[in-house]
């Protein structure tokens, strides 16, 4: 059964770059432009494996994004990783506090990047 | 692959048009503190986007101009006219290096290594101002980053980890990668084989590492267990402990069998290695980074735009259009069948696709303020160059345009802009003399007026000499020596061929690239462009373009056997009107309401004049502020018109904008009622000459 | 898309206009249609017919005698619009040539084109790309992209047709833009 993926990230070539990564593995990739957009996805309980998130978007950024669905009874438990670069430190506590699970840095290398989803989605 | 590569490079696109025009922003209001966020968010997202797809030189670049900006957020530095052009040099640079991230032209190449330069030194100088801050400066992470540190780890999982598939082996070798390792593990759990459960873990570790990683990378590889184990990750030391045999027999000797290692304890221990105090300190707080990169608390409140290509909007212009098309013979039929319920379907189907077709214009229809970052560009570019000063206003930016006479227009209203700079607008000396304001003005201006939108271009500049035009014309042999031209005649002949009034034909303005050709590419967007000049005061430059979008709402008229289409947008009222009172008359004028109104006889002037009948349509148009009376035979009624282009053949009609189909498959022909009107006075105005 | 006629498909649609035969390359012809109401488009040259509707496109009709400057004739039962597909500014533009008569379709050997010939002629040769021999009759193969681009309303080799010069005077004025009168501009 293929696993589904959400990506949210107001970057297009970062979304299509994590999607053609991502379904050429064989995942189901739904993608939203920010954290507002994002939430439709959620909207119908929607069976989702795993959100991949950017923090800095406009609208709803990644951390109120996180706090959302993580309010919402059947997505409390999903692995939610966020995307961050290097110079984002203080952003990791918050988003963890947040509830994010992990993270994933950027640029990323795309074998890296499956092998940690593979990981979370065990 | 080249796919995302496409993708990459029109986002890049974006941004970097997104930066230019807050650079813009920013020059005009330099202590808008949003807007310094904003520049270094595109930059931070441009850098991120160039690291990702492979143009990392680009990526790197970025960075710098990022940290300049981060400094300027961070209040370290102030936003100066240095650091903004050499910020606008470098948007240049990035648009050229799209195309040539490896720097293989030797040109981009030197301006890289010019533009690089030129930024260090503006960061280096503001170095001794780093230093001086306080408590609340971010941790220089590059600082530690590149020397090891040496870390103590306890790694102990719950029992349960092994259920969910986790292989704590994996992450010690994880961690293991990350530089130079000593590992003990305590085994003293595991109870006897017989009470084994092959599914709990019984075992825990000790681990240091000395690397070179930031404490980030080492709890990253612990994310995902972060909840199933006891983590503790503390730095020791600034250096490689490992390395010091003091340390590492402690180890061997003493901490390998503690079960509990008190981090305190072997921290002091670890400091009495050395003489000095030098080590850092177990900085909690570095995990928690302390920085002023403020939330400037405004939410970004962008409307939210996706981007869709040129082709599927034409497409689905397309689509409309036969749309419009097809249910005008639907309503036809309709209207014949005289069945009432088919009818009012066929009424509501043309409600809606009329809606369709305002809605897909609407989405056609572009901003013209799109296109001003490269006017301001220019403006500040070309001033600064000549020495002059020069202010760029606009004025009804909002007014949108179709985008495919948006970009026909940029390159007219450059040439108009560089002349303006160029030979209009004065230098600083002449202008103080002449008593203006130093600071010349040009002003962008746009509008809508009736079925065109209008730019003004205008200067306060030192104007258009008529005289100077006069005798360049004579001497051009444009013109006779005696004619008597009046000054918008005068004016006109710039647009002739050739004619450049400039004493020395400057780089800037171009040779003989004048006026003919910006009237040029504007006809061929079916426009008008025209001057208006006082001597010292300015010059004006005024381009009308028309709104013929592929669909108009018309009134269908006939005039003999022939279909005709006047766009509604101009028709003011319909009068009924008496054969004599049009036909031949001494001056073009009859009375309609009390009013004097010129008109023009439709049949007269497309020769069509047999058999006119006894009772005519006056259809009044609206052109500029008057209004003109067009006679026609008969008024059928509204329509919806989908333009047709006649063709090349007839690219030389100009009253005609196109031709439609009507619900039988008859042609209609769409007039352009500025044209006619426009052309009949200018051919009149000559006739009155020559008497 | 100037192809040597040798290399050319030798296949050419023949059609009449008078007594005169001509014909044009079978390559560029689309489709051949009966006269139906032509919509004149006022202020236009009278060489162009004008347009018709040609299933929802707007196809311009030129009427191929004026054009070569024969005395203009009712049209008959005979009388037809050639869709030709030509080459206008390295556009490909759809255009309807009104003609006499549509003939047949004359499979000529480059061996028997013979470069038009440069006195006598009464067309002008630069319209002609040859004169093809079919039995014992001579067929002008015609330029047909240059024919329906060049400005001049005829292709007459000496101007001396009173009547279109009158055309020529008269059309050129209503162009003007400016205080010049050429058509120059292009």
Known sequence: MKRTILIVDDSESVREMLTYSLEDAGYEILAGTDGEDALKYFAHDRKIHLVITDLHMPRLDGIGFIKKVRILDNYRYIPILFLTTESQGSKKEEAKKAGATGWLVKPFVADKLLTIIKKVLR | MENLQEIFKAEANDLIEDLEKSLFSLEQNPEDKSLIERVFRVMHTFKGNCNMFGFETMGDFTHSLETIYDLIREGKLQLSEEILNITLLSVDHIRCVLDDGELANEENRKNHEKLVTGIDKIINENIGQIKSVAKDSPPVQQANEERLSTYYILFRPKDYILKDGTNPMYLLDELAALGKSKVSVHLHDIPRLDAIDAETCYIFWDIYLTTKAPITTIEDVFIFVVNDCQLEVHKIADENLLENKDFVEKIDKELSYKENIDVEELQKFVNSLYQNNQEAEVKKDELKTTSTSVNTGKKETSVSSIRVSSEKLDDLMNLVSELVTTQASLSLFAEQSNIPELMAIAENMEKISRRLRDNTFSICLIPIENMLTRFQRLVRDLSQELGKKIELKTEGTDTELDKSIIESLADPILHILRNSIDHGIEDVETRKKQGKNEKGTILFKAYYSGTNVIIEIKDDGKGIDPEKIRSKAISKGLIDENAQLSEKEMLDLLFLPGFSTAQQVTEVSGRGVGMDVVMRKISEIRGDVSLESKKNEGTSTIIKLPLTLSIIDGLLVKIKETFFVIPLASVGKVYEVNREKVTDTFNNLVVLDGRQVPFLNLHEEFTLKDDIPDLLQMVVVNYDENEVGLTVDEIIGEYQAVLKPLGKLYKDIDIISGATILGDGTIALVLDTNKIIKNFSEKTYKMEEIK | MTAELSTT??????????????????????????????????????????????????????????????????????????????????????????????????????????????????????????????????????????????????????????????????????????????????
């Open chain 3, 9 to 186: 498909v030798n296949s050419f649609l023949s059609f009449k206009l008078g007594e005169e035969l001509f014909a044009a390359n079978v390559g560029k012809v689309l489709e051949i249609l009966e006269l139906s109401k032509i919509t004149k488009v006022p202020q236009s040259p009278n060489y162009m017919r004008g347009v018709i509707n040609l299933r929802g496109n707007v196809l311009p009709v030129v009427d191929t005698r004026i054009k070569f400057g024969m005395p203009e004739i009712a049209d008959t039962i005979n009388s037809c619009i050639i869709v030709l597909d030509i080459d206008i500014d390295q556009e490909s533009v759809k255009v309807g040539l009104l003609v006499d008569m549509v003939q047949e379709v004359l499979h000529i050997d480059a061996e028997n084109v013979q470069p038009p010939p440069s006195i006598g002629n009464k067309f002008k040769s630069e319209f002609i790309k040859g004169m093809g021999k079919v039995d014992d009759e001579f067929v002008m193969i015609l330029d047909i992209d240059h024919v329906l681009t060049t400005d001049e309303i005829s292709i007459i080799q000496s101007s001396v047709n009173e009547p279109v010069q009158e055309e020529k005077k008269k059309t050129t004025t209503r162009r003007k833009k400016t205080a010049t009168a050429s058509k120059a501009s292009k």
